[in-house]
């Protein structure tokens, strides 16, 4: 079963995440797995305040219902859709 937010249905693109987050480095032809923590930690933090988001989303009222939402999750929800780290399904 899927979950609809504001009438859709998303999801967390891990492959972007990855991709989003990986410093990739060659040497000495291996190549080396380095991810910036800055990227790891903000992403890891959107994702939370996006996931425990407590009030409910009335997928009927659409904009009008979204003035319900915390500060923190719309600046959450709108970075994670900016970086096309969250995606429609």
Known sequence: MMIEIFGENYYLNVEKIDTFCNLNSKKD???EQKVSIMKYELVKMLSEVVLSEMNEID???GAKGSRELS???KLSWNTLLRYNLIEKL
């Open 29 to 31: 032809e291996e190549e």
């Open 59 to 61: 997928d009927k009222l």
């Open 71 to 73: 500060i923190p999750f």
